[in-house]
Structure formats: structure tokens, C-alpha cells
């Protein structure tokens, strides 16, 4: 898990700040999600999920056990704050500040790729508690 985390900010590090619309679009996609999380809609959250992610997940209601139990900052949380975002072609890198339910404070780096129908899906969401070492 550190690896990946590694691997994802050293990523987010060379690419460049993603244009506008490219944010607001990445933006709305992860802003649905956290919806659909907060309203327990397994389908609705489920469709934001890359193709990838999907065959992981095979069923909507087995991505969202695997958010509850994995990804429970992002799955009910205090406050979900847009960072810094950037982009490299078809990629978008979107930084989330996240206070838990309990109070503490999260760092998500969730990716988007724009898929060949001209969407943007979630290919991963990278989580760290604030404060702690890469």
C-alpha cells in the first residue's frame, strides 16, 4: 500500500495543472460518488468506477463492502475538501482533504481517466492519514 502511495505522488508530482473544464468535469465525478456513498447507492457509486475497477468489483454491492471497510474516511467522513488537481492527457490526479467521522484528518488522491465514450471514471483513490510520512 505505501508503494502504490509512493507511486501515485511521485506521479501527481510530474504532471501538469489540469484546465478547467477538465477539473470541474473530474470534480463532478468524484462529488457523485461521495454522494452516492452518503446515500448508500451501491449502483450509483459502482457506475463511477473505472472498467478496471469494475472487474475487480465484479457487482456494485461487493465495491461498496470493500469502500466500508477499506475506504471508510471516504464513505462517511465530516468534510470532503477539493485540492490541488492536475492532469497528463487522458489522466486527471484530484487531491481530496478528508476529516474522518472521528474527527481525523485524511488525504485522498483519487485518479480519473477519460474513457473512449468522453467520460471520466475513477481508476483509483490513494488514502493517507494526514500528516503522515510518504
Not at 19 to 37: C, K, L, N, P, Y
Not at 54 to 59: H, I, V
Not at 60 to 83: C, K, L, T
Amino acid at each position: 500500500m505505501r508503494s502504490i502511495l509512493l507511486i501515485a505522488t511521485f506521479l501527481f508530482a510530474l504532471i501538469v495543472p489540469a484546465a478547467a473544464d477538465d477539473v470541474a468535469a473530474a470534480q463532478d465525478v468524484v462529488r457523485a460518488q461521495e454522494q452516492a456513498f452518503s446515500k448508500d447507492d451501491a449502483a450509483a457509486a459502482y457506475s463511477y468506477a473505472a472498467p478496471a475497477i469494475q472487474q475487480l468489483f465484479p457487482q456494485a454491492d461487493i465495491f461498496m463492502s470493500m469502500v466500508q471497510n477499506s475506504y471508510a474516511p471516504v464513505y462517511r467522513h465530516r468534510s470532503f475538501e477539493f485540492g490541488e488537481v492536475r492532469s497528463e492527457g487522458s489522466w486527471i490526479a484530484q487531491r481530496v482533504h478528508i476529516v474522518d467521522a472521528n474527527g481525523e484528518a485524511w488525504e485522498a488522491l483519487y485518479t480519473l481517466e477519460r474513457q473512449a465514450d468522453g467520460s471520466l471514471k475513477i481508476t483509483g483513490c490513494s488514502l493517507l492519514k494526514a500528516g503522515q510520512a510518504v
